[in-house]
């Protein structure tokens, strides 16, 4: 098993930024691939970025390209989101999430955290 932790959330102005990270324990070595999903007030949770184990390749939704950059270093078992240029669509629970492949396109989620509010006020 992989236990997922995020931390990092919070409330911020438009414009302004916060990087999320996440820390995985357990069986690290079953988190493959990593990605950060998110989940606004009465919409579905979606995809928001993904990334392979080495990191060399990326995925990000439309809606964050520019914006966002998702990191990871293995070594500390960590994921990281940094958010910049925040709106207030960007309102969210975040959410941690891992797979025993790795695979970012059409990801399959073994694992998710508790997930970290995100509010930008306008």
């Known amino acids: 098993q992989v236990q997922l932790v995020e931390s990092g959330g919070g409330s911020v102005q438009a414009g302004g930024s916060l990087r999320l990270s996440c820390a995985a324990s357990?069986?690290?070595?079953?988190?493959?691939?990593m990605a950060w999903f998110r989940r606004a007030p009465g919409k579905e949770r979606e995809f928001v970025a993904g990334?392979?184990?080495?990191?060399?390749?990326?995925r990000y939704a439309d809606s964050v390209k520019g914006r966002f950059t998702i990191s990871r270093a293995n070594a500390q078992h960590t994921m990281y989101l940094q958010m910049n240029s925040l709106k207030p669509e960007d309102t969210a629970v975040y959410y941690c999430?891992?797979?025993?492949?790795?695979?970012?396109?059409?990801?399959?989620?073994?694992?998710w955290g508790q997930g970290t509010q995100v509010t930008v006020s306008s």
């Open positions: 999430s891992a797979g025993s492949t790795d695979t970012i396109g059409s990801m399959q989620v073994n694992y």
């Open positions: 990334i392979t184990w080495s990191g060399s390749s990326t």
């Open positions: 357990g069986r690290t070595s079953s988190a493959k691939a």
